[in-house]
């Protein structure tokens, strides 16, 4: 509790005290016998609040101290209770000091008001004994509100050193929370504010939890406290604009080095104006601050901030921002613990001038109208850029789809076009049927035009279609007959063929053994294979030529045996010409292997000739075995060539089986 008899000096610069003399005609002479003792101890106590600075670093040697200090607590001891009397008199005349005596009393609460004064005191400076809501705090603490949970949190973080609320079931926590519950249902719109809780604790220090519980009602609604507390926090925005405008005007300096280390306003004065220095000074000291807040409003939080900054300049100027962090919280909170007159004294020296700070006020709500208009402005441009960011995305969905559906139609179209290309031609191939069918139709009805112009003529009668039936069947006999004729024919042919090629053959095979009998010595060894009645050896070239004749001849001779039997028409001739031209192919094609066989089998026998010549000398002069070649079962069958004269020579000497298949083939 701070001392009530300390007091800042009566040489105030903005609110200089009020002498007796000045209110003479309204006070009576007790009053300005106690106003004159009050200042003579104001000045006393200013003496000796010099001296309690050198009484802490001179104690061994400084017994005078000691009796200034025993002095001073008697002096104060009588002035505290003329100071008592003084009070009393004001709280029970209160409307008469309120309105006449306005100055004194206002010089009277800036030295202090008396602790057990304080609770009557702040009711009556803000007008809590006749709020309305004195009634329902009984009725709202049996409600519930949302903000329990949250009051719930904090009420353990609210002067938590002090006696009166350590503990979690102290009798000042239950009043804390029943009092922050009941405004907040009151106030809905602000609800619960944890910087509240301090002011709210410092009345339930001093008054019951009802009486509280209004003052802090009428604080909130009279002393710009709710616009603080709100949650958009407008008034403390402007608090801080304010406070920075008397920063820059009368600590240019020190604004400047605040703000080349970026230490911002709201980091050390938010807590000023949401607590009213109850975080900030120790509770002494703080109650002195308060007493005048309770009288003249916010304005001492900025005078009481300028003058910590006036007193701290030198040293906050050589600081780094978290060196000046450091000092605002361990410092500058103990520098007047023990003079808190000295606070208040410099306080009202600090230049303050409420049309500036209207002025600024109206500054302040201009810059946040264009920050505002700005916020909706930026508000409507970012919806209109969400809105053409979702057009943009819809545009290209679209314009993803459009190219899908492009492509897609490209292909659609080659197809087609492909497609017609080939509808193109099945429709030329079908043009050209279409004519080739249009041709046959008018053949066909031209056809059709040529019997109905012969239908009278008699040749088309049944009878000649009888006719011509009969002729038909009769051409077909014919053609059958053909057909027989020259199939015997052919019979024939084949059959003088192979009589001519075998006696032909025969007599090649004769002349062969007639040479090789010639060329032979006198007396050679005989050779049993080989067989002495062999023709020579024919000429290759004569013997188609001959089988040619020979088959001409035949064929001549069948010719004109066929002749008699009335094959007169001109097919059957055009047949006999076929037929004659297929002879000749077939005997080509059946003499051609044939010849070449017996020229092969010719220049073999020449070969063996030529080598039995080159052997006679040496007396080598039989023939044996291996200058015959194995000879094929099969090439008896009719479909294959003539045999060859080897294999007559073969069978004409009689050698056995056994030397046929030992004989070594020809080369």
């Not at 009486?211 to 958009?232: H, I």
């Not at 900054?309 to 103990?334: C, R, T, W």
């Not at 002025?359 to 709500?365: D, G, I, S, T």
């Not at 090649?508 to 010595?521: I, R, T």
């Amino acid at each position: 509790m701070a001392s009530p008899g300390l007091s800042p000096d009566s040489s105030s610069h903005s609110a200089p005290a009020c002498s007796p003399a000045s209110d003479s005609e309204n006070l009576s002479a007790d009053e300005l016998e106690l106003l004159a003792k009050l200042e003579e101890q104001n000045r006393l106590l200013e003496a000796d609040s010099k001296s309690l600075r050198s009484v802490e670093g001179s104690r061994r040697n400084s017994g005078s101290s000691l009796v200034s200090s025993s002095s001073a607590s008697s002096n104060l001891s009588h002035l505290e209770e003329d100071t008592w009397v003084l009070w009393g008199r004001i709280v029970n005349a209160w409307d008469e000091w309120r309105k006449r005596k306005e100055k004194l009393l206002k010089e009277l609460i800036r030295k202090g008001i008396p602790h057990p004064f304080r609770a009557v005191v702040w009711q009556l400076l803000c007008g809590a004994a006749a709020l309305p809501v004195r009634g329902q705090y009984s009725e709202l603490l049996r409600r519930s509100s949302p903000c329990e949970r949250l009051i719930r949190r904090d009420i353990a973080r609210t002067y938590p050193e002090h006696d009166f609320f350590r503990g979690q079931d102290s009798l000042g926590q239950e009043g804390l929370f029943n009092v922050m519950k009941a405004y907040s249902l009151v106030d809905r719109e602000v609800g619960y504010c944890q910087g509240s809780a301090f002011i709210v604790g410092l009345l339930l220090m001093q008054m019951p939890e009802e009486e509280a519980f209004c003052v802090f009602v009428r604080l909130m609604q009279e002393y710009r406290l709710r616009e603080l507390f709100k949650p958009s926090m407008a008034e403390l925005g402007l608090c801080i604009f304010q406070f920075e405008a008397l920063l820059q005007e009368q600590l240019p300096e020190l604004n400047t080095h605040f703000r080349s280390q970026s230490f911002l306003t709201s980091m050390y004065a938010s807590s000023w104006f949401l607590t009213l220095f109850l975080t900030t000074f120790p509770l002494p000291v703080a109650t002195r601050v308060f007493d005048i807040f309770m009288d003249e409003g916010l304005e001492i939080v900025f005078r009481v901030g300028m003058a910590l900054l006036h007193f701290n300049q030198a040293e906050l100027v050589q600081l780094d921002m978290e060196g000046m962090s450091q000092y605002f919280q361990k410092v500058i909170p103990h520098q007047f613990d023990s003079c808190p007159d000295k606070l208040i004294l410099r306080a009202f020296q600090v230049k303050y001038n409420p049309r500036k700070m209207k002025r600024l006020e109206k500054e302040y709500a201009s810059i946040k109208s264009k920050e505002m208009e700005e916020q909706i402005e930026i508000k409507r441009l970012r919806t209109e850029n969400r809105l053409l960011k979702q057009r943009i995305e819809t545009l290209e969905k679209e314009s993803a789809a459009l190219a899908d559906r492009l492509i897609q139609g490209q292909v659609t179209r080659a197809q087609e076009a492909e497609e017609n290309y080939i509808i193109k031609r099945e429709l030329a191939v079908v043009r050209q049927r279409c004519s080739s069918a249009t041709e046959s139709l008018q053949r066909a009805q031209s056809t059709i035009r040529q019997l109905q112009h012969q239908q009278g003529n008699p040749r088309l009668s049944e009878a000649f279609v009888t006719q011509l039936e009969a002729e038909l069947e009769q051409s077909r006999l014919r053609e059958s007959q053909t057909r027989g004729a020259l199939k015997e024919m052919q019979d024939r042919v084949l059959h003088m063929e192979q009589q001519s090629s075998s006696v032909r053959l025969q007599e090649v095979q004769e002349e062969l053994q007639d040479q090789l009998q010639g060329q032979l010595p006198e007396h050679p060894e005989p050779d049993p294979d080989l067989d002495p009645e062999q023709d020579p050896e024919p000429d290759p070239e004569e013997l188609p030529e001959e089988l040619r004749a020979l088959r001409e001849a035949e064929a001549l001779r069948t010719l004109s045996e066929l002749q008699p039997q009335g094959l007169h028409e001109g097919s059957n001739a055009v047949a006999m010409e076929e037929l004659r031209k297929r002879v000749t192919e077939l005997e080509l094609q059946e003499a051609a292997p044939s010849i070449a066989q017996l020229q092969e089998h010719i220049r073999e026998l020449k070969a063996e000739i030529r080598m039995l010549r080159g052997s006679l000398p040496f007396g080598a002069v039989g023939l044996g075995p291996p200058l015959r070649p194995p000879l094929d079962s099969s090439s008896s069958s009719d479909e294959d060539p003539p045999p060859s004269p080897l294999r007559d020579l073969g069978h004409g000497g009689g050698s056995s089986d056994s030397d046929r298949e030992g004989a070594p083939p020809a080369p």
